[in-house]
């Protein structure tokens, strides 16, 4: 049993991750092994990304104080809470490892630009590349017309000797 106090206490954290975090998932995990569990908290924590289980009640608590947009998702099952200081990479690494653990974890929605956003709209936020992905497609696109213009004039020079 959770005393008043302790739950005072985990809303105020809950309510320090929202306010300092650039995006929010609601992550639903059911039958989730311990090992599981430390290596997507080991991943996370890893790639500056916070992860917190907390009861839905207190959650809701928690996000009552919040002005944000849009309708809650339903918080349906056991909450996950994926947070962090970069947009993106919240939503991006725990999709990650909702492929890799076949529906154990599942996105079932979160808080991104000041509002809420559906279960869909937080799987197209998590299949954005990160930057250093978008930074060598950019490359790769630039290279390209370069690459075919040397492969043209060598064939000419094959041809013309």
């Given at each position: 049993?959770?005393?008043?106090?302790?739950?005072?206490?985990?809303?105020?954290?809950?309510?320090?991750?929202?306010?300092?975090?650039?995006?929010?998932?609601?992550a639903?995990?059911?039958?989730?092994?311990?090992?599981?569990?430390?290596?997507?908290?080991?991943?996370?924590?890893?790639?500056?990304?916070?992860?917190?289980?907390?009861?839905?009640?207190?959650?809701?608590?928690?996000?009552?104080?919040?002005?944000?947009?849009?309708?809650?998702?339903?918080?349906?099952?056991?909450?996950?809470?994926?947070?962090?200081?970069?947009?993106?990479?919240?939503?991006?690494?725990?999709?990650?490892?909702?492929?890799?653990?076949?529906?154990?974890?599942?996105?079932?929605?979160?808080?991104?630009?000041?509002?809420?956003?559906?279960?869909?709209?937080?799987?197209?936020?998590?299949?954005?590349p990160?930057?250093?992905?978008?930074?060598?497609?950019?490359?790769?696109?630039?290279?390209?017309?370069?690459?075919?213009?040397?492969i043209?004039?060598?064939?000419?020079?094959?041809?013309?000797?």
């Amino acid at each position: 049993m959770i005393t008043k106090e302790k739950k005072k206490e985990i809303v105020e954290k809950l309510k320090r991750a929202f306010k300092d975090s650039k995006s929010v998932v609601f992550a639903n995990f059911k039958g989730l092994s311990v090992a599981d569990s430390s290596a997507i908290r080991r991943a996370l924590r890893a790639e500056g990304v916070g992860y917190s289980v907390a009861r839905k009640t207190l959650v809701k608590i928690a996000l009552d104080g919040e002005k944000l947009e849009g309708e809650r998702p339903a918080l349906d099952g056991e909450l996950a809470l994926v947070y962090g200081s970069d947009a993106l990479a919240p939503a991006r690494e725990i999709y990650g490892f909702q492929k890799k653990l076949d529906g154990k974890i599942s996105i079932i929605g979160g808080i991104f630009e000041g509002g809420y956003k559906s279960k869909e709209a937080m799987l197209a936020i998590a299949s954005i590349p990160s930057l250093q992905a978008l930074r060598g497609m950019f490359v790769n696109i630039i290279n390209s017309p370069i690459q075919r213009c040397a492969i043209a004039l060598n064939e000419i020079a094959k041809l013309k000797n």
